[in-house]
């Protein structure tokens, strides 16, 4: 699988490696993820991801309160500036506790400039929606106008919304705001759930990047050691499912997180797919998971032993 040729990232005019260097990880957020990334092996991660070979850097102002942004933004500082060629995008987010409106959007924004010691920003995501209604965010004077306003003082390129919930993601597609979409943990081994966003994505013109491919580490280390799926404790069905595509991807000598990462990167409608990482030598371990050979037959078997469609996240 070509992993590092660059493929066009929607309507926007640029274009991304299929795989993305996601920093969720570098902020430091041991609630979320159960482990540290202590100051000089993020910095370190950071190095190795802007050398490459993947050209796409995904963060945000909400990765433990700016800690990956600032973690980032010192490598940017010790470059002289985002290396040439790579894209580095980010997200706006609230204060914990505090409101998710258009003053606010624009605070994270400015922050975000702050952090990651740049002038502008080429991709903006809004940041979870869900935290507040469609109405709010659509609203006069909202997230979505003040986005669209800071495109229009030439302040950011494009912008994009990422979340969970397929149908809300849907609803802002479909407003003609955004270029770019990142969904999480709904097109995985284990859920399909983004089916029909993937689908109006594509007939948009509207890139679709997917997050958490690994279903937040069931799908790398295995149902018996991580009983979680998408930061929750996963129900019987996926975690039945998935001990029989373990099963199954050790009868081919496959290991399951090659399956899961693959089964991501072979969906031609989705543009990169967003891997965490915590260390540098991660990178090259990916590239290695993406191209790991993997049987025709085995897909036939993982899409049988899926879960059903009422376990799916949605």
Request: glycine residues 10%.
């Amino acid at each position: 699988m070509d992993v590092l040729t660059p493929r066009a990232l929607g309507r926007t005019g640029l274009s991304v490696t299929p795989l993305c260097v996601g920093t969720g990880e570098l902020g430091d957020m041991t609630s979320v993820y159960g482990y540290a990334v202590p100051e000089e092996r993020a910095l370190a991660t950071v190095r190795s991801a802007f050398a490459g070979p993947f050209t796409f850097v995904d963060t945000s102002n909400g990765y433990g309160a700016g800690t990956s942004e600032r973690r980032i933004g010192a490598v940017v500082r010790e470059l002289g500036g985002v290396p040439d060629g790579v894209l580095l995008a980010t997200k706006v987010d609230p204060v914990d506790g505090g409101p998710f409106d258009g003053p606010r959007v624009r605070a994270s924004f400015e922050e975000s400039l702050a952090n990651l010691g740049v002038d502008r920003i080429r991709l903006l995501h809004l940041h979870d929606p869900e935290r507040i209604t469609f109405a709010e965010a659509t609203a006069p004077g909202g997230p979505v106008e003040v986005m669209q306003q800071l495109v229009a003082e030439g302040l950011v390129d494009h912008i994009g919304v990422t979340g969970g919930p397929i149908d809300l993601l849907r609803r802002f597609v479909a407003t003609g705001a955004f270029e770019v979409v990142l969904t999480h943990n709904r097109w995985t081994l284990l859920d399909r759930s983004a089916e029909p966003l993937l689908a109006e994505c594509a007939a948009a013109g509207v890139a679709v990047l997917n997050g958490a491919p690994f279903g937040g580490g069931l799908l790398v280390k295995g149902p018996a050691a991580q009983p979680k799926y998408a930061y929750g404790p996963a129900r019987e069905p996926v975690l039945a499912a998935a001990a029989a595509m373990e099963r199954a991807c050790a009868e081919h000598d496959v290991p399951l997180a090659a399956a899961a990462l693959q089964y991501s990167l072979r969906e031609p409608r989705i543009t990169s797919t967003v891997v965490g990482m915590s260390r540098p030598e991660r990178l090259e371990q990916t590239i290695q998971l993406a191209t790991h050979p993997i049987p025709d037959e085995l897909w036939t078997v993982l899409a049988d032993h899926a879960p059903a469609e009422e376990n799916w996240l949605r």
